[in-house]
């Protein structure tokens, strides 16, 4: 029996890039176990001095009288938990002078669900059969937004300017000379650092994004997954930024607790009495777990330390290992290049004039039990024209172990020089 779907079901339901990522990587756990090299996901590294902390706040909790059964037996306000809202308000406006309150603050059952909420209210269909949309003044952009209309086409993009910033490194820049803002936008949206990228757009790029925003009278909306001041998964210089014209989003999980599903949003008082309607609306109210561990960090700003102190550096390590390896199996006559790695989890591969697609590659490297991510996911909003460069480029994690990230690349630079050499041998018959 086929039953009909609506609009919204098939929408949500039909598949989506995200959806078979996180479908690849949990088959080829199952099926590959040790043998499959997870080079593609977002999933952040088990740093071993966070774990500690981790464990130890779970027994503070289960060993101080009610604490535990407040974090698993009770049911929080649908904009989080009262007192973890109050903290986080707390340490910014302590630490930037930025003017808020819990009123400003929001918890949801992670940073996608944000993204949910955010891009549906603000745009799509209007009653009035007028249509708006997101604007992303850069892409490639994170993987998990191209599919979360509820109906409309939800986005309109704008490809990047090119920087050629070493023999074998790129940087993307916003082309403001081809960001055009009309009716039709209902905010701008960008992730920093960027995922897939590891781009960080610049305090100028920001300023100029927000004055935008200002001027149409529309939000910023700027998805800080990544970034500063925590995780602080960064690795340049840029301020935080936030003002009445922004929505701000964070996570817990690249902390090192995606598992507790734990997103933040900081935006003017009526976007966070939204947002929290509809999270009493699909799911009654968030989980609890995730406040309830980090909440005495926050209150005390040692979030801050270990994102400065911890978290930071060691993926600054990892990023220095991954670009090494990635020259160590190119480097014999391979065009490619990195773009600049400036934080996140991710190196972005452009393969320039790569005979076969990303998405080809992407299958190649599967049947060797190498995931990765092809590049053609993160285009989206932009024209149908063609592109070439959008179908040369890979996503690549580097949060995985030494040996798991050496075997990986070892293997994708012999996929990589093998597609070259068939080529050639065919352009020469």
């Avoid at 949309?133 to 994170?142: D, F, T």
């Avoid at 070493?166 to 803002?181: A, C, N, P, R």
């Avoid at 800080?224 to 301020?239: D, E, K, Q, S, V």
Wanted: glycine letters at 8%; proline letters at 6%; aromatic letters at 10%.
């Amino acid at each position: 029996m086929n039953w009909e779907l609506s609009e919204f079901g098939r929408q949500l339901a039909a598949g989506s890039g995200i959806g078979e990522l996180m479908d690849d990587l949990g088959h080829a756990l199952a099926a590959g176990g040790d043998q499959i090299m997870m080079l593609g996901g977002g999933q952040p590294s088990h740093i071993p001095e966070m774990n500690v902390l981790w464990r130890e706040r779970l027994e503070q909790i289960v060993t101080s009288p009610g604490m535990l059964e407040q974090m698993l037996g009770n049911y929080e306000p649908p904009g989080g938990n009262q007192s973890f809202r109050t903290a986080v308000a707390s340490l910014f406006e302590r630490e930037f002078g930025w003017p808020i309150g819990p009123e400003n603050i929001a918890v949801t059952t992670g940073g996608q669900t944000a993204f949910f909420f955010l891009f549906n209210a603000l745009a799509g269909r209007f009653t009035d059969h007028r249509s708006k949309r997101v604007l992303l003044p850069l892409v490639p952009e994170y993987i998990g937004y191209a599919n979360q209309s509820v109906g409309a086409d939800l986005f309109r993009a704008v490809k990047p300017k090119i920087e050629m910033t070493g023999d074998h490194e790129f940087k993307y820049h916003v082309d403001f000379d081809q960001l055009h803002i009309d009716e039709e936008i209902a905010a701008i949206c960008v992730s920093r650092p960027t995922n897939p990228t590891g781009n960080v757009l610049t305090d100028d790029e920001i300023s100029h994004l927000a004055q935008l925003a200002d001027q149409h009278n529309i939000p910023l909306i700027i998805d800080n997954a990544y970034g500063a001041p925590f995780p602080n998964a960064i690795f340049t210089g840029a301020t935080p930024w936030w003002d009445q014209n922004t929505i701000l989003t964070l996570s817990l999980s690249k902390l090192g607790l995606p598992g507790t599903r734990t997103g933040i949003v900081i935006a003017r008082p009526e976007i966070i009495r939204a947002v929290s309607s509809m999270t009493s609306i699909v799911g009654l109210a968030n989980t609890n777990v995730g406040q309830a561990i980090v909440k005495p960090l926050v209150e005390s700003g040692e979030i801050l330390r270990l994102s400065n102190d911890v978290v930071q550096p060691f993926y600054r390590r990892k990023s220095e290992l991954a670009q090494s390896m990635v020259h160590k199996h190119f480097d014999d006559g391979l065009p490619y290049r990195i773009h600049r790695s400036e934080g996140a989890f991710f190196l972005w591969l452009w393969l320039e004039d790569c005979p076969i697609s990303s998405r080809e590659l992407y299958q190649r490297l599967k049947e060797r039990n190498v995931l990765v991510v092809p590049g053609n996911y993160f285009f989206f909003g932009v024209d149908d024209c063609p592109w070439p460069h959008r179908d040369e480029c890979l996503r690549i994690s580097f949060t995985m172990e030494e040996e798991v990230l050496e075997r990986g690349f070892r293997i994708i630079g012999e996929e990589v020089r093998a597609a070259y050499d068939s080529h050639k041998r065919r352009s020469t018959q």
